[in-house]
């Protein structure tokens, strides 16, 4: 039987995607992370910002299962993943971009998406070519549409623009459906029309799939998120809504400097 206590957290962790608890990362005398309490509800948008040096991607990476976290825990849709390896926690609906690109340059567009469709279906140890009907191909050309590539799904990625290739990242993120997805500056090195584009794939996204999204592009970030964090020497500094944040005089002095005082 099921305790008052423990049935209040169990209806109470139902409602996150993500869950630290007291989350920590040490490499050697280094603290990188110290004593992270963070939720992120179902569906939720959260912008996590800060210079570098922060402990941005570090929280990344212990949400992921990269580099665990030294202590504390870490729970999925109030599942404890903490011990759990990061292909476990792709299985249970988490999704990460990277700062640098993971892309087969030598294969098309829809060739990429498709083996990332392929990747997450039951039938992904299979040989056979796929045929007009397989379901992995469908789901490669809903996400082309998605992500704003179906004019170049033809075209080797080598052939692509950096943003074009930024956007590939998200399509393949978004393959199998996940409920949370990590994206790691998505908007780094775009130009501004790619940058809109951008902002633009974000917003369409369903609203039941919530994503993290750590970036240096205020503009970027503040459009598309419901929340933000603020990180500071591996803690976390402030949080609000994106007016909020935007206008928190600590934060103008801070993080955003004259363009946003």
Do not use: W
């Not at 959260?46 to 570098?52: D, F, I, K, Q, Y």
């Not at 990277?98 to 299979?126: H, K, M, P, T």
């Not at 990625?157 to 459906?177: C, D, F, M, T």
């Amino acid at each position: 039987m099921v305790g008052t206590n423990a049935l209040s957290r169990l209806q109470s962790t139902g409602r996150y995607a993500l869950e630290l608890e007291a989350v920590s990362r040490h490499f050697g005398a280094l603290v990188a992370l110290a004593d992270i309490n963070l939720t992120v509800k179902a569906g939720e948008r959260r912008a996590v910002l800060g210079s570098n040096g922060a402990g941005k991607t570090t929280l990344f990476n212990a949400i992921t299962g990269d580099f665990p976290p030294t202590t504390g825990r870490v729970r999925l849709f109030g599942e404890d993943v903490t011990d759990l390896p990061s292909q476990e926690r792709i299985r249970r609906g988490l999704r990460r971009t990277y700062q640098i690109s993971l892309l087969f340059n030598g294969l098309s567009v829809i060739d990429n998406i498709y083996l990332a469709c392929r990747g997450v279906s039951r039938g992904r140890f299979s040989l056979r070519r796929p045929g007009r009907s397989d379901t992995a191909m469908e789901s490669a050309e809903t996400l082309l549409l998605a992500v704003h590539l179906d004019d170049v799904k033809d075209r080797p990625v080598s052939e692509l623009s950096y943003g074009q290739q930024r956007q590939l990242e998200i399509a393949l993120a978004l393959a199998g459906a996940p409920r949370l997805i990590l994206l790691d500056e998505p908007a780094a090195g775009l130009s501004p029309t790619e940058r809109t584009d951008l902002i633009e794939i974000l917003q369409s996204l369903p609203e039941h799939m919530g994503f993290i999204i750590i970036e240096h592009d205020m503009d970027v970030a503040l459009r598309v998120a419901d929340s933000v964090t603020m990180m500071h020497n591996g803690r976390i500094f402030k949080e609000g809504t994106p007016d909020e944040i935007e206008n928190d005089p600590e934060v103008q002095e801070l993080y955003l400097g004259n363009a946003h005082g």
